[in-house]
């Protein structure tokens, strides 16, 4: 069973930044990539970015692509989701998973079989 621990949120400013990150435990490497969601109060989960381990794919939700970059660091067996220009609408309970699927690059939550706790990032206006 792997083992996702996130970490960084909080309250920011419309504006600013933050950075989730999401240490993972070695047997997570046996998954091709790792995704971060996310979920709003009353609203279904949303893919936001995923990458992969081995190289340098990355994918983004058309809402946060260009404010929000994803990046791994395989030698702390870590993700990280940097977070800028934040919005009130980032306003979320913000998961990081591991692929099980081979259409991880899709997005869809259901290609990824192993969840963090989830980190709460909220957003001032």
């Known amino acids: 069973q792997e083992l996702l621990v996130e970490s960084g949120g909080g309250l920011v400013q419309a504006g600013g930044s933050l950075r989730l990150s999401c240490e993972a435990s070695?047997?997570?490497?046996?998954?091709?990539?790792m995704g971060w969601f996310r979920q709003a109060p009353g609203k279904e989960r949303e893919f936001v970015a995923v990458?992969?381990?081995?190289?340098?794919?990355?994918f983004y939700a058309d809402s946060v692509k260009g404010r929000f970059t994803i990046s791994r660091d395989n030698a702390k067996n870590t993700v990280y989701l940097q977070m800028k220009r934040v919005k009130p609408e980032d306003t979320a309970v913000y998961y990081c998973?591991?692929?099980?699927?081979?259409?991880?690059?899709?997005?869809?939550?259901?290609?990824?079989?192993?969840w963090g706790q989830g980190t709460q990032v909220t957003v001032s206006s």
């Open positions: 070695k047997s997570t490497f046996s998954s091709d990539a």
């Open positions: 990458t992969r381990w081995s190289a340098g794919n990355t």
């Open positions: 998973a591991a692929a099980v699927g081979d259409t991880w690059y899709l997005g869809v939550a259901a290609d990824f079989g192993s």
